[in-house]
């Protein structure tokens, strides 16, 4: 897997994602050495967020693009890129077995959406950032 630490703030690390979907404890094996630096609490509910995002990104997509986390004075972003025109669903949560995966997303974060870039559509969260 790619390595780019995103340790400093302002700095951003990509793991290129693709039509082979990566295995999700490897991708947070990945999520997990880029923030190492960072207060335990604010890396488990990023991990909870890459999950689901990178999830909905095979789930919904035909290749994402790549995985991007981005370590800024006081949040912690994420981001899945791909080039599909598909916006996620939000579903209410009316299915035991599905359909949370969203609903996490936003209560975990202060802010999420969607928007279209250059072609690509890029999910995003901001995550708190402890100290």
Known sequence: MAHDHAATTGDAADLPLGRQRP????????V?????REDADSV???LLVVNELVSNAY???????????VV?????RVEIVHDSRAHPPLRK???PQRGYGLVLV?????RWGVE???GDTVVWADLPRFP
Do not use: N
Not at 32 to 36: A, S
Not at 59 to 69: K, M
Not at 106 to 110: E, G, N, Q, V
């Open 106 to 110: 936003a209560r975990l974060s202060d």
């Open 23 to 30: 295995s999700l404890a490897a991708v947070r094996r990945w």
């Open 44 to 46: 488990a509910d990023v």
């Open 59 to 69: 789930r919904y997509t035909s290749e994402p693009s790549f995985l991007r986390v």
């Open 93 to 95: 949560v009316s299915r």
């Open 72 to 76: 800024e004075k006081s949040k912690i």
């Open 32 to 36: 997990r050495l880029e923030l190492m």
């Open 116 to 118: 279209q870039a250059q």
